[in-house]
Structure formats: structure tokens, C-alpha cells
């Protein structure tokens, strides 16, 4: 595919890019944190001679690693020793968004929405802080920091409010705030009942669920968003196999769980309840989504699901109603099932820097699976079902 070809597909569009990640910086909780909590917010210690996050004085997070597979000079590594790098390993638009912006000039993106790295992608991992105010404190304050991000880079990045999903109450505020800080939607736990509380379908969640509708707040169900689905190198994979076929077996294990998610999502009346929600699996691909419709729909009938009267549409209706899918390495689906998944239902992600991003190869790729759809899709999948989603503003 030339040049001329790729600058004619990307002409005019603004490519918004829903799925990419910040290393966090080593002072994104402390540098402007109230004083009094500022020693037991997130930070970063030495452990045993290695970086680690750490909490509360000595509540540890996991190894202080950027999870970048792109190094300083622009190259990106295709193996796993990105698990030993760190900040000063990686590309500095991993962690500077100021110098993201730039690349994102670079590779033809006008917006990016971003997702965490320390706090998982669920926020699930502060849920090992006792104290709950603290608990609260390292999503508030993460917030604050990200509200600065999306000014300071022109209304180009878009990072996904941390919510204390542990707290019914305290979660539908945080949304009304930072939906009024201007944050476009929220980063949610798949599965609240791994820690104790009621799952997302119980009438428990209803406050939640009304404020995300009534504030257009998107709930973005990003891969491993909970204790239970992140298991990377859990059950996913054999003993037998080695460390890069855990991660080759994890990865794919992690995007088909969010299949597990969407499923009892669309079983239990929540979107029936509260049709203005609009919900969106990250990081997972698309190429499943028709089967799992279609299975979902037929088992409705043929177990009798539907007799309890919570849905009165099919599952794939409200799919198509409410629900969106994000693609990236895929080449099949992309070019032959998003009418099956639906044109307005189908988001662009890069993954940028984590494993598996398009890096440096977007526009190619997008060339290559894009090329033979009508102008009409290709705006919606790579512009406007974001834009509108997110409220992201287009240049005139």
C-alpha cells in the first residue's frame, strides 16, 4: 500500500485511538497531594535492590516497570524483556504526555483515550489498602492528575476516571466529580463480588448505573479489570509452557474474558433498566463479538432465559443499543465482520505502549484492513462512534 493510499484513507479524519496507557510517572500521586497524606500515597521504593510501587508505607503494588515495549531510540521490543526495564528504558511519550502529543502527530492520532497501569485495569489493586479514605485518596487524587493531563494537551488526551468501585456511595459521587472536572468517562472493576460486595446486575449498583447514564459517562470494562478475570499467568496456560507462551496464552485469555463480562452484562437487565448507559469492552477485539451475540440470543430461547421478563429485547439488540468493541492487531474482523458487529458499535485502538500495540505500524495497518470499506465506515469506526461516545471535540 503506498503513501498516497494511507494519506488518502486518514484524510480529513481525526483517528481517535481509544485504548492507550500511561506509565505513571514516579511522582503522579505525590507531586501535588495534600500533605497530610502525601508519604502514604503511591510511590515509588526500592525493595530487595529492585523499583517497586508501594502504598501505606509498605503495601506493595508489584515492581515499579513502565509495562513500555517501546524503547528510548523508537524501536519496539517483540520479546519479554520489557519486564526489566525501566522509565529510563522506555519511550518518553510512554510517561510524558506532553511528548505523547508529539507522537501522536507523528503517527497520525488526534486523540487518545488513556487507561492505568499501577492501579490495574479495573482499579482493583487498592482495594488492598485498609484505611478506606486512603483508598479513596489514591483514586481522587490519581484524577486530579489526569483532569491536568487532558487540559494540558489541547482536549487530545482523554484519561478514564478511577472510581472507588468498593464503595457504592463514594463511586457515583466520584463520578458526578469528575464528570464535572470534565474526565469523559470512568474505568470500572468487572466483577465487585470477587471482594465481597454485590455483582453489577444486583439493584444494589442502581445509583451507579444512573448517574453513568445521566452524566453520559461511559463504564469501560478494560481487560483484567478484576481479580477474578486478570490471570495472565494463571490458569490461562499450561505448566509445561514457557514464560513468552504464558504471556502469548494470557494475553489472548485475558481478551476472551471480557466475553464472560459482556455475557451476564447483557443477561442482566441493566441495560433494559438504564438505556442511556453505554458500556465499552477494551482491549478485547471484535472478531468474537458475533458469535457470542448470536450464542446469546438463542440461548435466551432455548433455556428459557427470557421467561424471568428482564429483557424485553434480544441480547444483541441492546448490544447494538448501548455496548461497543475495540480492535487493533485484527485483520478478519476488521475487514469482514463489522457490519455483524455493527458499524456505530466499533472503536480504533493502538494499545500504545503495552505488548501487542500497533506501534509503530497504525497507519499501515489501518490501510491494510480499512482500505476496502466505504469512506462512511471507515469515519465511524476511526472517528465518530469515539467522538460521540466520549464527547471528544472535532477541529472545525
Request: glycine content about 8%; proline content about 6%.
Amino acid at each position: 500500500m503506498s503513501t498516497a493510499d494511507m494519506d488518502t484513507i486518514f484524510d480529513g479524519l481525526h483517528v481517535i485511538d481509544a485504548d492507550t496507557h500511561i506509565s505513571e510517572p514516579h511522582d503522579l500521586w505525590t507531586a501535588n497531594a495534600p500533605s497530610a497524606i502525601r508519604a502514604r500515597l503511591p510511590q515509588v521504593k526500592e525493595i530487595d535492590g529492585a523499583k517497586h510501587w508501594v502504598v501505606d508505607g509498605d503495601i506493595d503494588l508489584g515492581a515499579a516497570t513502565p509495562v513500555s515495549v517501546v524503547r528510548s531510540d523508537g524501536q519496539k521490543s517483540d520479546g519479554i524483556e520489557f519486564f526489566g526495564w525501566s522509565q529510563e528504558d522506555v519511550h518518553v511519550a510512554s510517561y510524558d504526555m506532553k511528548a505523547r502529543v508529539r507522537l501522536m502527530d507523528e503517527l497520525g492520532i488526534g486523540a487518545q483515550v488513556i487507561y492505568p497501569n499501577v492501579a490495574g485495569f479495573g482499579n482493583q489493586n487498592f482495594t488492598q489498602i485498609e484505611d478506606e479514605e486512603l483508598r479513596l485518596a489514591c483514586a481522587t487524587v490519581y484524577n486530579d492528575a489526569m483532569v491536568e493531563i487532558q487540559r494540558g494537551s489541547d482536549e487530545r488526551i482523554f484519561p478514564m476516571a478511577l472510581v472507588p468501585w468498593w464503595n457504592i456511595e463514594a463511586c457515583a459521587a466520584e463520578i458526578r466529580r469528575s464528570h464535572d472536572m470534565g474526565l469523559r468517562g470512568i474505568v470500572m472493576c468487572s466483577d465487585p463480588d470477587s471482594v465481597g460486595l454485590p455483582d453489577l446486575g444486583d439493584p444494589a449498583w442502581d445509583s451507579f448505573w444512573d448517574v453513568c447514564g445521566e452524566l453520559e459517562m461511559p463504564v469501560n470494562f478494560h481487560i483484567g479489570a478484576s481479580q477474578t478475570s486478570f490471570n495472565m499467568f494463571g490458569r490461562a496456560a499450561w505448566q509445561s509452557t514457557d514464560l513468552p507462551e504464558k504471556l502469548a496464552l494470557g494475553s489472548t485469555a485475558l481478551f476472551l474474558e471480557n466475553a464472560r463480562v459482556l455475557g451476564n452484562l447483557l443477561y442482566s437487565g441493566v441495560l433494559e433498566r438504564f438505556p442511556k448507559v453505554k458500556v465499552v469492552s477494551v482491549e478485547s477485539g471484535i472478531g468474537w463479538l458475533p458469535f457470542l451475540l448470536e450464542s446469546l440470543d438463542y440461548e435466551m430461547h432455548e433455556t428459557g432465559a427470557n421467561a424471568n421478563g428482564k429483557l424485553k429485547m434480544l441480547p444483541s439488540e441492546y448490544f447494538k443499543r448501548q455496548v461497543y468493541g475495540c480492535f487493533w492487531f485484527e485483520k478478519t474482523a476488521p475487514k469482514k465482520l463489522i457490519e455483524d458487529v455493527g458499524v456505530e458499535n466499533v472503536l480504533f485502538e493502538t494499545d500504545f505502549p503495552h505488548p501487542t500495540c500497533l506501534y509503530p505500524d497504525n497507519r499501515e495497518h489501518v490501510t491494510e484492513v480499512l482500505g476496502g470499506l466505504t469512506p462512511h465506515v471507515r469515519k465511524r469506526v476511526l472517528q465518530d462512534n469515539a467522538a460521540e461516545l466520549y464527547r471528544i471535540p472535532l477541529p472545525a
